[in-house]
């Protein structure tokens, strides 16, 4: 398995920027497709966006599509969040994941990251 740690989360107003980070342990970073999932306070975790192991592919939740941005740098096995526009309702815990290219399942998950967008 791959060890995540995100980071740049914080307290930011509505219509500003954040960028999160996801720092992934191993050799074999390039191997895993990458996700970024959230969790707001009494809601279920949702998925928010994900990226192919090259970096070729990437989807997004109807919620978040136009506004964030989903990429990743191999070389630093890093794979980031650029969220622009953001709105009161992006108020949650961010999780970064990872997924053998080919599995199932997000198999392995980081500790999260708090993201709070103020009105």
């Known amino acids: 398995q791959v060890q995540l740690v995100e980071s740049g989360g914080g307290l930011v107003q509505a219509g500003g920027s954040l960028r999160l980070s996801c720092a992934a342990s191993?050799?074999?970073?390039?191997?895993?497709?990458m996700g970024w999932f959230r969790q707001a306070p009494g809601k279920e975790r949702e998925f928010v966006a994900a990226?192919?192991?090259?970096?070729?592919?990437?989807y997004y939740a109807d919620s978040v599509k136009g506004r964030f941005t989903i990429s990743r740098d191999n070389a630093k096995n890093t794979v980031y969040l650029q969220m622009n526009s953001l709105k009161p309702e992006d108020t949650a815990v961010y999780y970064c994941?990872?997924?053998?290219?080919?599995?199932?399942?997000?198999?392995?998950w980081g500790q999260g990251t708090q993201v709070t967008v103020s009105s």
């Open positions: 994941a990872a997924r053998v290219t080919g599995g199932a399942d997000f198999g392995s």
């Open positions: 191993g050799r074999t970073f390039s191997s895993y497709a």
């Open positions: 990226i192919s192991w090259s970096g070729g592919s990437t």
